[in-house]
C-alpha cells in the first residue's frame, strides 16, 4: 500500500550533496513529492526534509540507500504523532472591491497573512499542516486562484531529543 | 610542497606500486611529479581499460587498485570501467585532471563534469577545491574504496589545485567521516534466530556470493558448510568461494548456470545467502522457491537485503565475522537424506560435453576448458571476458585449491578480460603465476591496443582467444528469442589474422580448431615465459552453453 512518508537528514555540507541525493531518487525511479533544504545550527551540515510516496518495500529502500550516501550522516522519519511538519504557501487570488473583505476573513480564520494587496488580487501568505492548507484552499476556490507556490514539508521531532550522529 | 607531489606521497602512504594511467594537460603537474616517484606508472593504450587494470590488480591482491586519466575525453573514457567495478563492488580509486577552479563550470576546453556523470556509480567522489584537503581526501578515497561493500571512488584534481604550495604534510592519519561506518559484526539476536533456523531445515543450501571473496572468508565457508555437511552453491561472482573438488560442491546457479544447481536451489526449504545479490540473472531460473523457502541474508550492505528477495532472517555484517559466530553455535542435523537426494538430482541433470557435427568438426570448448583444469597449475588465475567464452570458462574450467576466477559479473562489460588479466600480472610481478585471460573475437576487439602494454612489459598472460566469428551470445539470444535465421548485427565477418596481429607486437601465437592440438599447444605456451596468444577456433553454432 502507498503512503506519504516525510523523512529528515543531517547531510554534510559538502559539494553536490544535493544533486547525490535527488540523483538517487531519479535513477532509482522513487518520487519526490517536495525536498527542502537549509543551513542548521552547525554550518558543517544541513538538513533536508524529503516527503516521499511509496510503499513499505520501496520506503525501506530509500532510507536503506540515502543512508549509503557517505555525506548523509542520518535519516530519521518524521512521524506525525513525534515530529511536528510545516508547510508555506503563497496564493495568489483573484479579489476585487466586492469579495475582498471575505477573502481576508476566511484568512484571518486560518491566521493567514496578506502580504501584498492590488485593484484585482490578493497574496495570502499561508504556514500549517497539509490539512489546514487544503481546507483553506478549499475555501479560496470559488474566488479563483491565479497562481500559487507550497515550500514543500520540512520539520523536527517533537521533544528535547535532536537529530545527531 | 608542491600539491601534486603531495599528492604522490600520499599515495605511498596508502602503498600503491602502480597507477594504470593516461596523461593530459590537466594533469601535467601530476605527471612531471610521477617522473620522480617510486610509484610506477603503467601507460595503458585507452584509459577505458584503465580502471579494468586497476580491478584485475585488486582482486589478484586484495589491495585498491588506482587508475588515473585527465580532464574531459580521459576523465569519460573512465566511465565503463568504473561502473564495471561499481557493480561487482571492486575497491580501485580513480584519479582525474580537472581544469583550472576559475574555469569550471564555463565549458572550459577539455572539462567534463566527471563527478557528476559517475555518482551513479561511484561509492563516493571528490572534486578537490582546496590543496589543503588532499591528504584527508586521499586517505578517506581508499578507507572507504576498500572498506565495508567496497567500491570505487573517484578524486578530481584541478590543474591548479596540483601546482599550490602547501606546508601541511601527512598530517591526516585517522578517518572520521560522520555518514560512513560500516557495520562488521552481525546482530547476536538475529545471529541466534539463524543458526536455530539452520539446525531446523531439512533441505538447507548455502548460497555464496562475491561478499565471500571480497570479505575474504572462503576458509570459513568451508569450515561452517563442513560442519554440518550443508552443501554449497555460488553466484557467477561467488566462483571460487568454495573449492569445486568438494563433495559439497553444488555448481553456480542463474540464467547461464547448471541446470542442476537451479534444480537443487528450487528444492531447498531454506537459502543462507552469503554476500549474494539475488539478481535477476542469478534468480532467473528458480521458479518454485519463494512461496515454501526461507531466506537467511548476510550482507554487509544493508540495502542488499530484502531488495530483490524477501527475507526471513537479515543480517547485516561481514561474511567473515557472521560464519564465524555461525560455526560457534550448535547448527547440527543430519543430511544425510538432503544430500542422497541432490546426489540424485545431479545425475538426472548431468553436464552434456558431446556436441555434433559440424560443431564437433571444430574446438569443443567445454571439452576444451575441461581438459585445460587439468593442465594448469593449482594457483592459476583466470580472468574471463562477456559472452559464450564466459560461461564455457565459467563452467568448465574447474576454480579449485588457490585458483582464481575473475569476469565482470554485474555490468557484463566486453574487452574486461585483457586489461584485467595484465593487472593481475603486475599484482604478482615478483612471483609471477600462470594468468589466463580468456575471450571472444568479439570482446578481444574492444581491447586489443592493450597488446601494446603486454609486449611492453612481457606480462605473462596467456590469451586464450576463441573465434566463432559471431558476436556468439547476442547471437544465440536472437536464435532464443527470434527463431533460427533471425540474427542480426551479430557476424564478425572479416577475417582478421591473429597470428600476424601478435606477430606485429611480437608476441607468441598460436592457432588451433581441433582440441588434441590445443592439449598440446597450452603446456608449451604456459612454459614460454611472457606472453602467448592461442586462437581457438569454434564452430559458430556452437552456442549451447
Ligand atoms: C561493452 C558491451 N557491449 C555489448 C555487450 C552485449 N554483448 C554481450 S555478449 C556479446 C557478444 C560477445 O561476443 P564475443 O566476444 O565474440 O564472445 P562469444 O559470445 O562469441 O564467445 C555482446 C555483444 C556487452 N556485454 N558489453
Ligand atoms: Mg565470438
New interface residues.
Partial sequence: MEKKTCLSLL??NN??VL??IS?LFA?RGYNIDSLTVGTTENARFSRITITVTGDE?IL??IK??L????????VIELKPEESITRELVFIKVKADDTNRNQIVEISNMFRANIVDVARESLIVEITGTRDKIDAFFNMVEPYGILEFIRSGDTGLQRGAKVLS? | MLASKLILKCLERENVEFVFGYPGGALLPLYEALRTSPIKHILVRNEQAGPHYASGYARESGRVGVCLATSGPGATNLVTGIATAYLDSIPIVAITGQVNRDLIGTDAFQEADITGATAPFTKHSYLVKDAADIPRIIREAFYIASTGRPGPVLIDIPRDVQLESIKTGLTYDKVDILGYKPNLHGHSGQIKRATKKIKEAERPVIYAGGGVLLGHAEKELLAFAEKDNIPVITSLMGIGAFPEDHPLYCGIVGSHGYEYSNVVMNEADLIINIGARMSDRATSRLTSFEENTDFVHIDIDPAEIGKNMETTIPIVGDAKTVLIDFIAKDTSKDHATWLAKIKEIKEQHPLVYDADPPCSDLINPKVMFRSMSEMTSDDSTLVADVGLNQIWSALYYHIIKERKFFTSGGLGTMGYSIPAACGVCFATLDHPKEVFAVCGDGSFQMSMGELGVIAEHQLNVKIILITNKKLGMVRQLQCDVYGKGHYSGTDINFDIDFMKLAEAYSIKSYKVDKNEDFNKVLPEAIKHQGPVLIQCQVHPDFIRI
Fill in positions: 547531510v554534510e559539494f553536490g544533486s547525490r540523483g535513477r518495500q525501506t529502500q536503506k540507500q543512508n549509503k550516501l557517505i555525506d548523509v550522516i542520518t550522529f
